[in-house]
């Protein structure tokens, strides 16, 4: 097995225990599971693969992911789905409200979105760890709130988690003037501590 074949694995393991529980298990948890299923893995390699992709600071952290880190996997597509309805929800009380700081809550999506507690925690750990969904906010589990992010309205046309990973991306690296810089004259290199060719 491959590195790349051991780190799906590992993610697998992990949003399984999320998937049942509503609670990403520990580093050391998803190690000792891999072992148990005959994958030949370190320790510190599993360690090492969450503090990248989670920032896990320990063998005892959980091991928590992001919505890029579950995109492939058709065991989470439920999940994703309705972290899309989360996005859409967002925008729309963004657009749509007359709050100056408006708010996506747990109650928003208990009541408008019909979830249950289990989910809503889950998507609350989703949502933890997605920038420009929210900008401050908290709580706990099945009961928190967040501020909309100023640039939500970009994610106005998003239909499925991938658009939404999509327009991340473009906000992140946003394109770059196709422009050639200009070069600075010789006066501009004469005046500045740089030696002259």
Same mark, same amino acid.
């Given at each position: 097995?491959?590195?790349?074949?051991?780190?799906?694995?590992?993610?697998?393991?992990?949003?399984?225990?999320?998937?049942?529980?509503?609670?990403?298990?520990?580093?050391?948890?998803?190690?000792?599971?891999?072992?148990?299923?005959?994958?030949?893995?370190?320790?510190?390699?599993?360690?090492?693969?969450?503090?990248?992709?989670?920032?896990?600071?320990? /063998? #005892?952290?959980?091991? =928590? *992911?992001?919505?890029? &880190?579950? @995109?492939?996997?058709?065991?989470?597509?439920?999940?994703?789905?309705?972290?899309?309805?989360?996005?859409?929800?967002?925008?729309?009380?963004?657009?749509?409200?007359?709050?100056?700081?408006?708010?996506?809550?747990? /109650? #928003?999506?208990?009541? =408008? *979105?019909?979830?249950? &507690?289990? @989910?809503?925690?889950?998507?609350?750990?989703?949502?933890?760890?997605?920038?420009?969904?929210?900008?401050?906010?908290?709580?706990?589990?099945?009961?928190?709130?967040?501020?909309?992010?100023?640039?939500?309205?970009?994610?106005?046309?998003?239909?499925?988690?991938?658009?939404?990973?999509?327009?991340?991306?473009?906000?992140?690296?946003?394109?770059?003037?196709?422009?050639?810089?200009?070069?600075?004259?010789?006066?501009?290199?004469?005046?500045?501590?740089?030696?002259?060719?």
């Amino acid at each position: 097995m491959d590195s790349q074949e051991i780190e799906r694995e590992l993610v697998e393991i992990a949003f399984d225990a999320f998937n049942r529980t509503g609670e990403w298990p520990t580093v050391s948890q998803v190690h000792m599971k891999a072992v148990r299923q005959g994958i030949r893995v370190q320790s510190y390699d599993v360690f090492h693969f969450f503090n990248r992709r989670a920032g896990a600071a320990t /063998d #005892d952290s959980p091991t =928590t *992911l992001g919505v890029s &880190d579950l @995109v492939d996997l058709p065991e989470a597509e439920w999940l994703l789905n309705e972290f899309v309805h989360v996005v859409l929800l967002s925008v729309k009380k963004f657009m749509e409200g007359s709050e100056d700081k408006p708010q996506i809550t747990s /109650d #928003d999506l208990r009541d =408008t *979105l019909l979830l249950d &507690d289990k @989910v809503i925690k889950q998507l609350y750990a989703l949502i933890q760890r997605s920038i420009f969904l929210t900008r401050g906010g908290g709580g706990t589990g099945s009961k928190w709130q967040f501020f909309i992010g100023p640039d939500i309205h970009f994610f106005k046309d998003v239909k499925n988690i991938r658009d939404y990973l999509a327009e991340v991306e473009r906000l992140r690296f946003p394109a770059v003037s196709s422009s050639e810089p200009e070069q600075p004259t010789q006066t501009e290199i004469q005046g500045s501590n740089l030696p002259s060719s």
